[in-house]
């Protein structure tokens, strides 16, 4: 897993810029006024940010895997509990499924493709696939009524090899929640996931868009009704991995937000102007991840007051305000080194953001969100991209155990647990490029030692990845690449 204040720094600023460009970016979509020429290959790294999904696959492949170093694995997923838990991703650079943060990616992947789907060109259809192998997956675990599995694999044993997913010999142990054991964080989280997607696949495939948020109707109801944060009742197995640190009230305010959305159904409305309060809407806190939806929620929201006039919700584009004051530097609000923009709902209310005294547009907003963008791809002090496969200079000792150890293709023997670990201590290359894979990044003083033991630096993870292509399509059409 990737849990360090450098990837969540990094996830921070890439949703920042999510957000930002969301509500900057007016409909019908135009290009803005940028110099000539691009600082750099957006269209190129939007492929790539897509293409890692694919090195991140559990279950059996499909025939037209483009990440050939990867082979199939995890085939008797859930097998432990009698269901079929095959499919999904891998989080990072371990070989455990954890239910939590694969939602979230699926929430913040249909969310890219949801704004930006349309920029994306030939590029959609490979979003589209990446999110489905999620949404397979996640009605796979949501298949029971009341019941969502939520991990597959012992992360504390997995943590003490170092192998190939496809050589896999930790237990495979299946964690669930139930009414006896809630999880409404989990669940929740998976409901805005299977209804964000919803949206996803509403013209494409309608009949799997109504599977989709039919089921995540019924899982967030089993998230309200039987109340309470999942690492209560499953703390030994989930942390200190993916704990519910912020609780389950701002994945209840997130996954109604979502159902709002994807249904129009007037209940899920009611139910945020009832319980907003009690589930934080109003609170300061500004941080955003996996754990914390507060701010994704108050954004989503602000699309509905801003473009869908649905003035109820006039207070969320206040907080919004408070958020995106936070991030800009030069402002009294200002709690951030570096910040991105705000979002695409603004251009199209004409609106603007007022920190204090200070009034931030829309065209700064977006500058300051490519800065960026631009940053995570080589222009910083290392002039390193911090995307592998990116630019000609970018991390080669990646903490991910497919991508350091040798392919089934080029090492067909099996390759044990501690048999791993003196390739992990080694300051040799990863012979598998893992290609779109955006790593922890850089420390507070903009140094990153390529130190494939340093997970807090070097590890990618699916979560990170997810709001980029939103962010990628948004500026490669900006600059004409697609």
């Known amino acids: 897993m990737a849990s360090s204040v450098f990837s969540s720094s990094l996830l921070h600023s890439l949703f920042f810029f999510f957000s930002f460009s969301l509500l900057c970016n007016a409909f019908p979509l135009h290009r803005h006024r940028h110099p000539r020429f691009a600082s750099h290959n957006y269209r190129d790294a939007l492929t790539k940010s897509i293409l890692f999904f694919e090195g991140q696959r559990s279950g059996r492949l499909p025939p037209n895997q483009r990440v050939t170093w990867r082979r199939n694995s995890g085939l008797s997923d859930g097998s432990a509990l009698h269901v079929d838990l095959v499919g999904g991703y891998y989080d990072a650079g371990d070989n455990v499924k954890f239910g939590f943060p694969m939602a979230f990616t699926t929430t913040m992947l249909s969310w890219s493709v949801i704004e930006f789907g349309g920029l994306m060109k030939g590029e959609l259809q490979n979003a589209r696939e990446a999110i489905r192998w999620a949404t397979d997956y996640l009605l796979k675990a949501t298949a029971q009524p009341d019941t969502i599995y939520v991990q597959v694999g012992d992360a504390n044993k997995d943590h003490a090899c170092w192998e190939r997913p496809e050589d896999m010999d930790t237990p495979r ?90 249904t129009k159904n007037p209940m899920y409305l009611h139910y945020i102007q009832v319980n907003g309060q009690t589930l934080g809407a109003d609170e300061t806190d500004n941080t955003f991840g996996w754990d914390n939806k507060h701010v994704g929620a108050r954004i989503l929201l602000s699309k509905a007051f801003l473009v869908q006039k649905v003035q109820s919700l006039h207070d969320y584009k206040g907080h919004a305000d408070n958020y995106i004051c936070s991030l800009i530097p030069g402002n009294p609000f200002s709690q951030a080194k570096y910040t991105p923009a705000y979002a695409k709902y603004l251009t199209s209310a004409h609106k603007v953001v007022n920190c204090g005294g200070a009034v931030v547009t829309p065209s700064r907003l977006r500058n300051v969100a490519k800065k960026q963008v631009d940053y995570l791809l080589g222009d910083n002090p290392l002039k390193l991209s911090y995307m592998v496969g990116y630019g000609p200079r970018y991390p080669l000792r990646i903490h991910h155990r497919g991508s350091s150890l040798p392919s089934i293709a080029t090492h067909p023997a099996k390759i044990r647990c501690s048999s791993g670990f003196s390739i992990m201590n080694s300051q040799s290359p990863n012979p598998n490029i893992h290609v779109g894979a955006v790593v922890g990044g850089p420390d507070q003083h903009d140094q990153f030692p390529d130190q494939r033991s340093d997970y807090e630096q070097s590890e990618p993870s699916t979560y990170i990845n997810a709001p980029l292509v939103g962010s990628l399509a948004y500026l490669a059409h900006s600059f004409g690449q697609l």
């Not at 509403?202 to 944060?229: H, N």
């Open 173 to 262: 142990n299946v964690f669930k929640i139930d009414r006896n054991t809630p999880g409404s964080d989990v669940a929740a989280e998976t409901a805005a996931a299977l209804a964000a997607a919803s949206l996803v696949f509403r013209r494409t495939d309608p009949t799997y868009a109504k599977l989709l948020v039919r089921r995540a109707i019924r899982v967030f109801e089993f998230a309200d009704k039987y109340r309470g944060p999942y690492s209560n009742g499953l703390r030994r197995f989930v942390c200190p991995f993916y704990c519910s640190y912020s609780g389950y009230q701002d994945e209840l305010l997130w996954g109604a937000a979502w159902l709002q959305r994807a």
